[in-house]
C-alpha cells in the first residue's frame, strides 16, 4: 500500500495525494509530502521511489537488501535504515521479531519503506494529520518525530522481559523445570538480538547529532541528540537485565544440581544402611532351616532369632553412626 499526506502552510493536511502528482508537489518548496510504502512489493514501488531522484544502489538496498543500521549521505537526500523489534503475538514462551524500516529524508519530503506494519510509525501518521506541529518545522523535525516513536516502542518490550525476569527468578526457587529453562534462554536470545540493533542504531544516531548534512538544519540536531540517548540508555539497560538473566541461569542451575545432589544423598544413605544386611544374609546364607545342615548348631532357634535381631539393629547403628558423622 502506497499512502501519502502532504503539508501546505496555512492549509488542511491533504489525504488524497496520488503518485501522480508527486513531482509537482516536490516543486513546493514551502510544502513537505510524507509518502509510506507498507508491505508494497519492489516491481510498484521502484517506479515511484524513481520519481524522487534516489540512486538506484540506494533503491536496490531499500527494496531488496537487508541490512544492520546505518545512515548514507547523498548529499540532496539521506538514506536511513532502521531495525524495529515487536512482539510475536500467540507464542508460548513469548519471542520477537525484527523487521527494517529504510527512510530517504530530503529537504521538503520524508519517504519510508517497511514490509510490514509498524504501529509506532502508524501513531505519528495518525497525529501528524491532527497535529500541525509535525509539519510546520521541516522534513527533518518530522523524521525526528517518525525515529523517536520508533525507539521509545523498545519500552513496552523493556518492561515484558523486566516482569519475565521477575516471574522466572521466583520459579527458580519453588518449582524450577524444562519451561523455566526454555523461558531463560528466550530471554537471552531477545537480548542478544536487541543489542545487536541498538549498538549500531546509536552510533547512526550520533553521526546524525554530530555530522554535517544538507537536509538537517543545526538547530534540529538536539533532537536527534536526543534519541542518541534515549538509545544509550536502552543500551545500558539491555547490559543490565541480560547480567539479571545470566544470574538467573546461574541461580536455576545451581538449585537443579543441589537438588540432584539431595537425591544423590539420599539414594547412597538407603543404599549404605542396607549394605550390611547383604553382607549378614550372604554369609549366613539363611539357611536357618535346612534338613541336615552340616552344622546344627546353625539351625537352633537363638541363632536365627540372634541374626534376626543383628539385621535389624544394624541399620539403625548405621543411620546414628552416620548421623553422628553429620552425613544426613
Same mark, same amino acid.
Given at each position: ?14 489525504? &488524497? ?26 516491481e ?20 531488496q537488501?537487508?541490512?544492520? @543500521?546505518k545512515?548514507?549521505?547523498w548529499? &540532496? ?8 523489534m ?13 523487521d ?6 530530503g529537504?521538503n519530503?520524508v ?5 510490514? @506494519? ?17 509539519s510546520?518545522d521541516?522534513a527533518?523535525?518530522?523524521?525526528y518525530?517518525?525515529?523517536?516513536? /520508533?525507539v521509545?516502542d523498545?519500552? @513496552? ?20 523445570g524444562?519451561?523455566?529453562?526454555? $523461558? ?20 547512526a544516531?550520533?553521526?546524525?547529532? $554530530? ?10 540536531? /538536539? ?26 541461569l ?11 545432589n ?7 544413605v ?10 549378614v ?8 532351616f ?7 548348631s ?6 536365627f532369632?540372634?541374626?534376626?535381631g543383628?539385621?535389624?539393629?544394624? @541399620? ?11 552425613w544426613v
Open positions: 500500500m502506497i499512502q501519502a499526506l502532504f503539508f501546505s502552510p496555512g492549509k488542511p493536511v491533504r489525504t &488524497d495525494v496520488s503518485p501522480a502528482e508527486f513531482h509537482r508537489l516536490l516543486r513546493d518548496k514551502r510544502g513537505l509530502l510524507w509518502v509510506d510504502f507498507t508491505s508494497e512489493p519492489p510498484t514501488s521502484l517506479p515511484v521511489l524513481q520519481m524522487f531522484g534516489f540512486h538506484p544502489l540506494a533503491i536496490d538496498d531499500a527494496l537488501e537487508t541490512h544492520a @543500521p545512515i548514507d549521505d548529499s &540532496d537526500y539521506l538514506y536511513i535504515v532502521l531495525n524495529y515487536h512482539l510475536i503475538k500467540d507464542s508460548e514462551p513469548w519471542d520477537t521479531e525484527i527494517e524500516l529504510d527512510i530517504f529524508l529537504r519530503y519517504v519510508t519503506h517497511h514490509d510490514n @506494519p509498524i504501529p509506532s510509525l502508524e501513531a505519528v501518521w495518525d497525529s501528524s494529520q491532527r497535529d500541525p506541529r509535525y510546520k521541516g527533518d523535525h518530522l523524521l518525530k517518525i525515529m523517536d516513536a /520508533v521509545m523498545y519500552m @513496552p518490550i523493556i518492561e515484558k522481559i523486566d516482569d519475565e525476569i521477575d516471574l522466572i527468578e521466583d520459579q527458580v526457587f519453588d518449582n524450577p524444562s519451561e523455566t529453562l526454555a $523461558r531463560l534462554f528466550t530471554l537471552k536470545r531477545v537480548l542478544l538480538a536487541m543489542r545487536r540493533i541498538l549498538l549500531p542504531q546509536r552510533e544516531l550520533n553521526k546524525m547529532a $554530530r555530522d554535517e548534512y544538507q537536509v538537517i538544519d543545526r538547530k534540529d540536531r /538536539v533532537f536527534f541528540r536526543d534519541i542518541y540517548d534515549h538509545l544509550v540508555r536502552l543500551h545500558d539497560i539491555n547490559e543490565s537485565l541480560r547480567d539479571l538473566v545470566g544470574g538467573a546461574d541461580t536455576y542451575l545451581s538449585v537443579v544440581n543441589n537438588r540432584m539431595e537425591v544423590m544423598k539420599t539414594l547412597t538407603i543404599t549404605t544402611l542396607f549394605m550390611p544386611l547383604t553382607f544374609t550372604g554369609f549366613f546364607g539363611m539357611n536357618f535346612a534338613a541336615d545342615p552340616p552344622q546344627g546353625w539351625t537352633l532357634p537363638i541363632v532369632y540372634a541374626t534376626l543383628l539385621m535389624l539393629l544394624t @541399620p539403625v547403628l548405621m543411620y546414628f553412626w552416620m548421623r553422628r558423622r553429620t
